[in-house]
């Protein structure tokens, strides 16, 4: 069965960086965009970042632009989020997730292939 698993997530001080990694089975991994989620205590989840299923476009909300990074390598069916500079308000939990490549990648509710997320929390 289909199944993407995050890993990475931890504790880091504010200003530290993390690299969270998603690894795709039981899927045509370069069929799917793929994209990082997030959603802190008490809010809405809100799309991080995206990334097209070859790799040649790339999105980001204005919350991260500049501090994260999105890339994948399709090879080894993974996708990563690596974050720099983080803020005590980037804590959250992180969650990839797939969206078909026919799909617009930019709209959330495309995305219909989920992880389990990682907690990611910056301290102050």
């Known amino acids: 069965q289909v199944q993407l698993v995050e890993s990475g997530g931890g504790l880091v001080q504010a200003g530290g960086s993390l690299r969270l990694s998603c690894a795709a089975s039981g899927l045509t991994f370069s069929s799917y965009h793929m994209g990082w989620f997030r959603q802190a205590p008490g809010k809405e989840r809100e799309i991080v970042a995206s990334i097209s299923r070859y790799g040649g476009g790339t999105s980001y909300a204005d919350s991260v632009k500049g501090r994260f990074t999105i890339s994948r390598d399709n090879a080894k069916n993974t996708v990563y989020l690596q974050m720099n500079s983080l803020k005590p308000e980037d804590t959250a939990v992180y969650s990839c997730?797939?969206?078909?490549?026919?799909?617009?990648?930019?709209?959330?509710?495309?995305?219909?292939?989920w992880g389990q997320g990682t907690q990611v929390t910056v301290s102050s």
């Open positions: 997730a797939a969206a078909p490549a026919y799909s617009d990648r930019l709209y959330a509710a495309n995305y219909n292939l």
